[in-house]
């Protein structure tokens, strides 16, 4: 079974940053892309980042210019590094993965979601 832990969330005033950071545990043979979601109270989940095995990344256009992921596949741990913080960006921050793994019915490829960790801007 795979688990992706996020860290790294908090309060934080604005103009301020913080940096998330998602870690898959688990017999992991291969992670796909991985990405941060976000999901603010009354509001669908959107898409915030994504990367690719390769490197390539897209983000949302709220956060262009502010936002960084980043990922380390020999650690496989994702990162976000959020500068610039506006109040705007509260919400629970989601880490997700798409993933081949082992699991008790054999090696399958899934999409897998964290916890979450909640992001609060305000002075």
């Known amino acids: 079974q795979v688990q992706l832990l996020e860290s790294g969330g908090g309060l934080v005033q604005p103009g301020g940053s913080l940096r998330l950071s998602c870690a898959a545990s688990?017999?992991?043979?291969?992670?796909?892309?991985m990405g941060w979601y976000r999901q603010a109270p009354g509001k669908q989940r959107e898409l915030v980042a994504a990367?690719?095995?390769?490197?390539?990344?897209n983000y949302a256009d709220s956060v262009k210019g502010r936002f960084t992921i980043s990922r380390d596949n020999a650690k496989n741990t994702l990162y976000l590094q959020m500068n610039s913080l506006k109040p705007e960006d509260t919400a629970v921050y989601y880490c997700?993965?798409?993933?081949?793994?082992?699991?008790?019915?054999?090696?399958?490829?899934?999409?897998?979601w964290g916890q979450g960790t909640q992001v609060a801007v305000s002075s």
């Open positions: 688990g017999i992991i043979f291969s992670i796909y892309a």
């Open positions: 997700n993965a798409d993933v081949t793994a082992s699991s008790s019915s054999g090696v399958r490829r899934n999409t897998y």
């Open positions: 990367i690719q095995t390769g490197g390539t990344t």
